[in-house]
């Protein structure tokens, strides 16, 4: 059996298996590393070179965690201890192996509202360097919860690192709205990129001295936009190829909150 099936015959497991990460996934997982190589897995995902690690919850936002025996082995495993990251008895998963298989992982969305201008909110417009809809409009604050960050630790770290803003000081009213699941299906694009997210969406106002405030800091986002909320609805309901997932499927949350 060659990498590309036992890929496939993994990512099967995960999905019946209600994409988490237990005991009984670890056997065709270990084929996998010990039948791919990295330059192989490159090919397959642009995110291997990220060095970020990711919990695996379910879908109420619970830790999912193999068993010691399991951990242990992944730890003295010559590839997959590199796939895996223990910090305090927790183990986290790799960024581009939860995507590459499907793994159920925290994710933070947050809208901004615009302080003087009532039914307005701000959007962002993707850099063209995301190999992930790029150019595309969509939260203006959305990412992944890394290790064991709360949700509200990877808010702000968010918030920093996408616009440079201090969400202490940057915004007001600052409330979670909604938690979703959700579960995107690959992309013609992006045939093995697998995105099942547990997102805690926030919402926020954006103060008028904060706005001079932002900067594009890691080159994540272009622009921001300020659209009408209507103006907006209709966008993502004309033209979704146009907007991001995170958008698309948080929008409906926020429009329920502030009757947008």
């Excluded at 993994?10 to 791919?36: C, K, M, W």
């Excluded at 298989?101 to 039914?119: N, P, S, V, Y």
């Excluded at 969406?201 to 986002?221: K, S």
């Excluded at 936009?225 to 033209?239: D, M, R, S, V």
């Amino acid at each position: 059996m060659t990498a590309e099936h036992t890929l496939a015959q993994l990512r099967e497991q995960v999905h019946i298996n209600g994409y988490l990460f237990t005991d009984t996934i670890y056997p065709t997982l270990q084929q996998l590393a010990e039948q791919s190589n990295p330059e192989w897995l490159k090919n397959k995902t642009p995110e291997y070179i990220k060095n970020e690690y990711l919990l695996n919850v379910d879908q109420a936002g619970s830790l999912v965690q193999p068993s010691s025996t399991i951990i242990q082995n992944i730890q003295n495993h010559p590839i997959l201890k590199n796939w895996f990251c223990l910090s305090n008895n927790t183990l986290s998963i790799a960024r581009w192996l939860v995507h590459l298989c499907g793994f159920r992982h925290r994710c933070i969305h947050l809208f901004l509202d615009a302080q003087e201008h009532t039914h307005t909110t701000y959007v962002q417009i993707r850099s063209l360097k995301k190999y992930n809809e790029p150019g595309g409009f969509d939260m203006p604050v959305a990412g992944h919860v890394s290790n064991n960050a709360s949700f509200l630790e990877g808010l702000y770290a968010e918030a920093s690192e996408e616009l440079g803003l201090d969400l202490n000081k940057d915004v007001i009213n600052l409330r979670q709205i909604h938690t979703n699941n959700i579960a995107i299906t690959p992309v013609k694009t992006l045939p093995d990129y697998f995105d099942v997210e547990h997102t805690a969406i926030y919402q926020a106002t954006l103060t008028n001295q904060a706005y001079h405030r932002i900067r594009f800091i890691d080159g994540e986002v272009a622009a921001l936009a300020l659209f009408q909320t209507h103006e907006l609805a209709a966008l993502i309901q004309k033209f979704p190829q146009r907007v991001g997932g995170g958008l698309r499927d948080s929008f409906s949350f926020y429009q329920e909150n502030t009757n947008a």
